[in-house]
């Protein structure tokens, strides 16, 4: 089993900026690709960001290109998000993700392991 917690979230105005982390645990070298994914009330959840375990290939939701910038170090089985300019709607609960196999991918539903989330409100 792998265990994945998140940490960073919190209130911040709208330009501003918050790094989330995630810390895995556990059988870590079972894991492949990870991700980030968030959740509005009310919404359903949406890919944000994924990393291969190189850390060479990564992809991003066009909300988020150019403003957010995901980054691993196997070293310390960590995989940050760094979140620049931030808006009102990005407001949600960010949580990260670890596939078993494969590469990286956008659909939630192929990730294995998941975080318990982290709150991000952005206030106008």
């Known amino acids: 089993q792998v265990q994945l917690v998140e940490s960073g979230g919190g209130l911040v105005q709208a330009g501003g900026s918050l790094r989330l982390s995630c810390e895995a645990s556990?059988?870590?070298?079972?894991?492949?690709?990870m991700g980030w994914f968030r959740q509005a009330p009310g919404k359903e959840r949406v890919f944000i960001a994924t990393?291969?375990?190189?850390?060479?290939?990564?992809a991003y939701a066009d909300s988020v290109k150019g403003r957010f910038t995901i980054s691993r170090d196997n070293a310390k089985n960590t995989v940050y998000l760094q979140m620049n300019s931030l808006k009102p709607e990005d407001t949600a609960v960010y949580s990260c993700?670890?596939?078993?196999?494969?590469?990286?991918?956008?659909?939630?539903?192929?990730?294995?392991?998941w975080g318990q989330g982290t709150q991000v409100t952005v206030s106008s």
């Open positions: 993700a670890a596939r078993r196999t494969g590469l990286f991918s956008i659909d939630w539903r192929t990730y294995d392991y």
């Open positions: 556990g059988r870590t070298s079972s894991t492949t690709a």
């Open positions: 990393i291969a375990w190189s850390g060479r290939n990564t």
